[in-house]
């Protein structure tokens, strides 16, 4: 590529096969050379990033997060990222952002070692300039001309309020933490790194590898003292990438303690922690004995305070169980003892759901069903409609909620569900044939745990009808007693 025409046309091939491949050929629109123009400058910042910040696991901590802030303007760096990865593979060493490693690859390499030596990079995605993105990209395999690269560059990095010449106006531009062709632009800023650490661990005789920010070196013998020659060199080798390491990161575990390296225990075969084992497992054993509404109500408020700043939406308890079981198989393997038993627990539970729950005309599944008064009283819930008026008047809007229930009819109301534990609002489909007048009587009005035809769950508030199933009642009027007596008996 020579030209910014030379790239804008080969994004456009790219949006265009991937469009094809989906069915949707009919309906491509090429990107134009003026959005192109626009969004590789950082300085025009209202379009491009929004930025939030997420809890770290330290408490306290967060971290910045800088995602696109338009449909344009992701698609058009997903279909950068495609070009990236299809032009550069890492280094063996980099198992983060990799297609065909994972966290696994980058423990199994320390496991059973007596010493397992951890660091990361302090301020990782935002310590990388726009000017060094700029240069990689100059370099092999890229070979690009200065203003292909400075397009991408500009593409790919976002301007901060950091001033760096007044009279000129320049601001410090760095890669945002949340843009989908970060991660690979991180990977190929730290070749270097990569390369001058992997000998610096050969020549020490160590095992090295790097997942994004996290370092892990690891050995049979110890020459990991503070201050000794190993930690020096570490030191000089990391700050002379321009990069800091993070003091409070820095830890040596011995073979003594729960080694651990991106989460997973090393010490002598590749585990988990036993939290995680009991998180499934009190999931499964809530469903299998009260129900999946009685899981999904113990489920919800905690995934909300963990989760819920990253993700939208009501999550779905069946996916969320899926995935851990999956990690879980990753890391201990498919014929592991404890995984078949969850596993198997789980796909019955599954299987069992068809014969449990009804499904309406529309094809809606109804889960479980409740009265609003019983459901408030017996989940420490609340189930607030929002009148219309307040809705066109825009007075009830709130950012925290999850809005991936079906639009309702009618009036356009909705209500809005709050559980004990959870700092978030879901929404909730309401019922048109509900009048003003009745939903202000809630002993008049049923709320359903529902799935549509295509799988995805939500809340819907209505009037009772006889298609709807009766709940299965929890032994415990009192949720929290209950959860308490299933923790003691499982711990």
């Given at each position: ?18 469009m ?17 123009t ?21 408490p ?9 802030r ?10 950068l ?22 966290v ?5 390499r320390h ?10 990079i ?44 007044a ?6 531009c ?8 970060s ?52 030191e ?26 991106t ?6 075969k ?58 879980l198989?990753?890391?201990k ?34 889960i ?19 009148p ?10 709130d ?9 309702p009819?009618?009036?356009g ?23 003003a ?55």
């Open positions: 590529m020579k030209s910014r025409e030379d790239l804008l046309g080969l994004l456009n091939d790219i949006k265009r096969s991937e094809e491949e989906d069915g949707m050929g009919d309906k491509f629109h090429p990107i134009t050379m003026r959005l192109l626009y969004y590789c400058n950082p300085n025009h910042t209202f379009h491009r990033y929004k930025q939030f910040k997420i809890r770290k696991k330290t306290g901590e967060f971290r910045q997060i800088s995602a696109p338009n449909r344009s303007f992701m698609a058009l760096l997903r279909y990222n495609v070009l990236l990865k299809a032009l550069y593979s890492p280094s063996k060493n980099a198992c983060g952002f990799t297609e065909g490693r994972s696994v690859d980058n423990a199994i496991k059973g070692m007596n010493y397992v030596f951890n660091t990361d302090e301020n990782f995605f935002p310590s990388i300039e726009q000017p060094r993105v700029w240069k990689r990209l100059q370099l092999p395999p890229f070979n690009f001309p200065d203003i292909v690269a400075g397009t991408i560059a500009g593409l790919c990095c976002m301007r901060t309020d950091e001033v760096i010449n009279e000129k106006g320049y601001y410090r760095v890669l945002p933490q949340g843009a989908p062709t991660p690979i632009i991180t990977n190929m800023i730290c070749d270097t790194l990569d390369r001058r650490l992997n000998g610096l661990a050969k020549r020490f005789g160590l095992n090295y590898s790097r997942y994004a920010d996290d370092i892990t070196f690891s050995s049979m013998h110890n020459v990991y003292r503070e201050g000794g020659e190993f930690r020096k060199e570490l000089r080798i990391i700050e002379g990438q321009h990069f800091k390491m993070n003091e409070r990161k820095t830890r040596l575990q011995m073979r003594n303690v729960r080694q651990e390296v989460g997973v225990t090393v010490n002598e590749l585990n988990v922690t036993q939290e995680y084992v009991h998180d499934i497992r009190k999931l499964l054993h809530i469903w299998e004995k009260y129900g999946e509404t009685s899981a999904i109500m113990y489920f919800l408020p905690k995934y909300k305070q963990d989760k819920g700043h990253v993700k939208k939406g009501i999550p779905d308890i069946v996916n969320v169980l899926d995935g851990k079981l999956m990690y198989k990753m890391v393997g498919e014929n592991d003892s404890v995984y078949v038993r969850l596993h198997n627990l789980f796909e019955s539970l599954i299987a069992a759901r068809s014969t449990s729950s009804a499904i309406s005309n529309s094809g809606v599944t109804y479980a069903t409740f009265n609003v008064a019983e459901f408030e009283s017996k989940y420490k819930a609340t189930v607030e409609i929002v219309s008026s307040k809705q066109e008047a825009g007075e009830s809007r950012d925290k909620t999850n809005d991936n229930a079906p639009r009819s009618g009036k109301r909705y209500a809005l569900l709050v559980m004990e534990g959870s700092k978030g609002k879901y929404k909730a489909s309401v019922d048109k044939a509900i009048s007048e009745e939903e202000k009587d809630v002993k008049k009005m049923y709320i359903s745990n529902c799935r549509d035809a295509h799988g995805k769950q939500f809340w819907y508030v209505h009037k009772k009808t006889k298609s709807f199933p009766a709940n299965k009642p929890l032994v415990e009027d009192n949720i929290d007693v209950f959860i308490k007596k299933l923790c003691d008996l499982l711990n």
